[in-house]
DNA sequence: TTGTATGCGTTATCAC
DNA sequence: GTGATAACGCATACAA
């Protein structure tokens, strides 16, 4: 891979207008004290050659980049879509830009994806979830890297965070099935190594069929893959079984979309023979039939904070290392009583 | 924004070595003609000091920075997603990585994204359609930036492209609705402002239509921003009108679902009332209730081939103008023969 | 307000 | 094979 364009340097932007190398940069860098008359003549002459300054060159020179960057698991799933794009937006305001990378939930990728921020030489990093490699850790440290997690609401000092906690609102809508007369509860739940998230959702929904006596069996917890086509096999799978679950709880509103799906292939009438809910309140959710219950995930709220505090950390201010923002249930249709036996 | 962190450097490393600079570098590069007892002492010193280059020191002097950019519209669209998914892995095996950036479907917003990428000095870039700002194509030839543009079938020299034709599927739904007996069809369309894409699709609508001796009626042509909420408002204005349709041509499948969904809530049986069409083939296509008849975009096979092409043209090797993709009808059951009034 | 000179952390071109 | 050293393109103290 290699170039052999002679572009136009800042250099030659100086010739044309006849002025110092300074004082161009000056001009691009909107720094106080240029004449306008100056500033005129080197905007004239970087539009007449089409002058591109060299990011690279200029990261070097000012040990700084003007950019972040983000570490998602998939931009497969809109809820990380959304809050990307909200990040994003935000970050605009205060001129930074953001690098996007995605591990695909395999930890050492993600590692591997930060490495390769670090050398870009980011000015911050965001990271989803609690789970990381140690190393993540000590690289962020040694470089004293500003760094924000966020999705999860683990009370860490070493590790600042702008989330949610993902098992109060589970176990809530554990509660909310329980109240409504169903005792065989079954989870689908996403592959819960290295993704705390999920954990905390599992253990949400665990904690609350526990302590009303009707704990979930082995048989009834299935984890598969995000995707509808794997929510709609874990339906097959709990349905197939003796004693089938008169309520699913999924780990993900996808893999409830698959779930309900499948459902209705089937025939089996949601929520008259059969309780669904998700977790994360796509927009598609509510526009579902019927409408899903599910868990609604602050993401554009989350993207919008994380630019402010990040970039406030980055600026050296001194920031709470919790933010803890509010999931609520989203209570809908495809939840309903227990169908008597 | 400014970092004060003091980092080690190359230099560090070579003194912990006990070696030159250059040796570190041509261990770090992977270059032949090094011994084998440099290059452990000079890992073990990496190692030892946690040692990571610098990208920015490192493209400025090799004037190559390992990585391509691409323009997308949205993440919000899942098609997308899929699509840079496909190509960021292809491009793993060519040792390149893959800047993303967003701009929302404001084609001054994609000519501002590309100079960020041009400044930070892509060896490459990837674009989506064919509609762009004028200088859009200035920047690229004047730098001499291998690009790609992706997801149209415009036979043009100057614009290089991996993509599929948006009117003849789009025709072909048409027809395969009229062929059902549908005489009032209507179209629930994408801004077609700065998306070709959009308008070959309405005009493969109106190809179809025409010809058949039934064409569109203004009414019967809405325009949407993109939004299963957006789809959902299309249904009510089109129902509200004196001679409802009996068949709805969506632009994408996100709208499709917003109109399938809508019909659902209203008690519009589909297809027994109401056909409708999408174009995308998301993983939900398949899996609504009636799986939706729809156009199956090649996203991830085009991202595999535009990583291909990309990396071949920028190691300088001559490549077709344009590589045409199938996007095969998938005839589901969301479309059945016109009621009988 | 503007210009000069030095340094940013690597790679690459020479020598040895 | 390995080691000096000059680029790479820009920002920024410092000087004027």
């Avoid at 691009?28 to 990011?55: F, K, Q, W």
């Avoid at 050398?119 to 979830?129: A, E, N, S, T």
Wanted: charge should be neutral; hydrophobic fraction near 45%; aromatic fraction near 4%.
């Amino acid at each position: 891979m290699n170039k052999e364009t002679q572009r136009t340097l800042l250099e030659d932007v100086a010739r044309e207008a006849g002025v110092s190398t300074a004082s161009v940069s000056r001009v691009l860098n909107r720094a106080p004290h240029v004449s306008e008359r100056l500033r005129e003549r080197v905007e004239a002459a970087i539009e007449r050659l089409g002058y591109v300054p060299d990011g690279n060159a200029r990261a070097l020179a000012s040990r700084r980049i003007g950019a972040i960057g983000a570490l998602v698991p998939t931009l497969d799933n809109p809820i990380f879509g959304a809050m990307i794009d909200s990040l994003e937006q935000r970050l605009k305001h205060h001129d930074c830009r953001l690098l996007i990378a995605t591990y695909r939930y395999d930890l050492d990728d993600e590692l591997q994806a930060l490495r390769t921020l670090v050398q870009q030489g980011v000015d911050g990093v965001v990271l989803i979830g609690h789970d990381h490699r140690p190393a993540v850790g000590t690289l962020l440290a040694r470089r004293r890297l500003p760094f924000l997690s966020c999705w999860h609401a683990e009370d860490d000092p070493a590790w600042p965070c702008i989330g949610f906690d993902n098992a109060a609102p589970a176990r809530r809508l554990a509660e909310h099935l329980l109240r409504l007369g169903h005792r065989r509860l079954a989870v689908v739940s996403a592959p819960t190594e290295g993704n705390d998230r999920a954990r905390a959702r599992l253990e949400g929904f665990r904690q609350a069929t526990e302590a009303a006596g009707c704990p979930l069996p082995p048989e009834r917890i299935v984890t598969v893959e995000y995707g509808i086509a794997e929510g709609a096999r874990a339906f097959e799978t709990l349905m197939g079984l003796e004693a089938p679950p008169t309520a699913i709880l999924c780990g993900n509103d996808t893999l409830a979309f698959g779930v309900m799906l499948a459902a209705q292939r089937k025939g089996v009438c949601v929520p008259d023979q059969l309780s669904v809910t998700g977790f994360d309140d796509l927009s598609q959710a509510r526009f579902m039939s019927p409408p899903l219950t599910t868990v609604a995930v602050p993401a554009i709220e989350i993207g919008r904070r994380v630019a402010d505090a990040l970039i406030a950390r980055i600026d050296g201010k001194i920031m709470p290392h919790l933010q803890l923002l509010d999931a609520p249930l989203a209570l809908r249709e495809s939840t309903g009583p227990a169908p008597i036996d």
